[in-house]
């Protein structure tokens, strides 16, 4: 079984597609964790009446202090931290701890529209996505404008992510996509908890996995594995709008805690 720990703000005909796709292809019982940041909309209610566990915190929190909210009340070894504006791929869950295990992974990430399998191909695809999402997205955020501009994108969903699971079955490469991070408690043993001093959370786990692979030897870096694919929106439902982080005071930025010469002396440590 598994965590799923969403934070949200709004967005209720997204958060309605994000329940809609898990409830469709994700084959392991699960339990959904809201982080509900205090919505307007009736997104809380609408994740309460599914079953999900709804946190309902008033403010609008950083994404990281968001994902220990839900940490904390998780019931399960494996922790799924996923985005609320994605669409994920048919057996997604099964397939991404599958292939966690076969590489020996404790923290991994899915592939998408931000990065696939090498370049030239993620530029083809961010291409595409942003022809549609220019055109389509200038009208309407709506529920059904946003299945349009999936069902343009990818045509047939579960023929395009088939077709990725049979081509790169069990592949990795090192790196992340940050709408979707899986994690097994173990590797919260090793590198701990999110830091909540940065809203570039992601990119900070990938760097502390990195780290510790290096000095202590325990864990594996972060890695994106290719034979799971999940769409991402990608800031094109920011135009909704948020309100301030309620601890932004505590947050600083990515350059402050990781500067230049220290990635630089851990990129020689991985060579």
């Known amino acids: ?26 084959r392991n019982p699960f339990q ?12 809380a209610e609408f994740f309460e009446s599914v079953g999900a566990t709804v946190i309902r915190n008033g403010v609008n929190y950083s994404y990281p202090k968001s994902q220990n909210i839900g940490i904390a009340v998780a019931k399960h070894d494996w922790l799924a931290f996923l985005n609320n504006d994605i669409i994920v791929s048919p057996d997604w869950d099964a397939r991404l701890i599958a292939s966690m295990q076969q590489n020996g992974l404790l923290a991994a990430t899915v592939c998408g529209i931000e990065q696939i399998e090498n370049a030239a191909a993620t530029k ?18 709506g529920k059904r404008s946003l299945k349009l501009m999936h ?38 043993d090793k590198v701990g908890l999110w830091d909540e001093r940065v809203q570039a959370a992601d990119f900070d786990l990938y760097l502390r996995t990195r780290q510790r692979a290096a000095e202590v030897g325990d864990i594996k870096p972060l890695a ?24 932004r005071a505590n947050l600083i930025a990515l350059e402050d805690k990781w500067p230049a010469d220290a990635r630089a002396a851990l990129d020689a440590m991985n060579q």
């Open 151 to 188: 069902t343009l994108m990818y045509g047939n969903w579960e023929a395009f992510c088939r077709d990725r699971q049979q081509r790169f079955a069990g592949q990795t490469k090192q790196g992340f996509v940050g709408n979707t991070v899986m994690l097994h408690r173990d590797a919260l």
């Open 124 to 141: 083809r695809l961010k291409r595409r996505w942003q022809k549609i999402k220019n055109v389509l997205g200038a009208f309407s955020t």
């Open 1 to 26: 079984m598994i965590s799923i720990i969403t934070a949200v703000y709004n967005q209720r005909a997204v958060n309605e597609l994000f329940w809609e796709s898990l409830q469709r292809y994700t």
């Open 32 to 43: 959904l964790v809201i982080v509900d940041n205090g919505s307007t909309d009736g997104s």
């Open 224 to 247: 994106i594995c290719l034979d799971v694919f999940i769409h991402h929106y990608i800031r094109l439902t920011f135009k909704a709008g948020y309100p301030p982080f309620a601890d």
